[in-house]
Nanobody, 121 residues
Framework: QLVESGGGLVEPGGSLRLSCAASGFTLDKYAIGWFRQAPGKGREEISCINYPDRTTEYADSVNGRFTMSRDNSKNTVYLHMDNLIPEDTAVYYC????????????????WGQGTLVNVSS
C-alpha cells in the first residue's frame, strides 16, 4: 500500500512537503507519480519519476515550484511544494505504475489514500 502524509493548511506563498511511503512492495521497479484532484475537477497528473530512467517530469501548472524526489532506502517519495497558490488546493495522491515510462492514472497499480492541501489566507 501507499500512505501519503504532510498535507494541511498553508498561506499563499508558503511551502509544504508531502511524503508517500510504500509498504508491502518496493518502489524501484515502478514509475511513481503525484496526482491531485481539486474540488469539482478531474484528477490531474502533476509529476512523475518514470521507470527505468528515473527522469522526472512536471505539469506546466507546477513546473518550477514543485520538486519530486525519492529515497530508496526509505521506500518513500516526496513532493516539495514552494510558492503555493490557492489554485493548488486539492487532494493529493501518489500512484505507482509497474515498469512504466509514464504515470498514466488509468494504469496505476497502487494508490494512496490522499492528503488534503488547502492554500488559503
Amino acid at each position: 500500500q501507499l500512505v501519503e502524509s504532510g498535507g494541511g493548511l498553508v498561506e499563499p506563498g508558503g511551502s509544504l512537503r508531502l511524503s508517500c511511503a510504500a509498504s508491502g512492495f518496493t518502489l524501484d521497479k515502478y514509475a511513481i507519480g503525484w496526482f491531485r484532484q481539486a474540488p469539482g475537477k478531474g484528477r490531474e497528473e502533476i509529476s512523475c519519476i518514470n521507470y527505468p530512467d528515473r527522469t522526472t517530469e512536471y505539469a506546466d501548472s507546477v513546473n518550477g515550484r514543485f520538486t519530486m524526489s525519492r529515497d530508496n532506502s526509505k521506500n518513500t517519495v516526496y513532493l516539495h511544494m514552494d510558492n503555493l497558490i490557492p489554485e493548488d488546493t486539492a487532494v493529493y495522491y501518489c500512484g505507482a505504475v509497474w515498469r512504466a515510462l509514464a504515470c498514466v492514472d488509468t494504469s496505476v497499480n497502487y494508490w494512496g489514500q490522499g492528503t488534503l492541501v488547502n492554500v488559503s489566507s
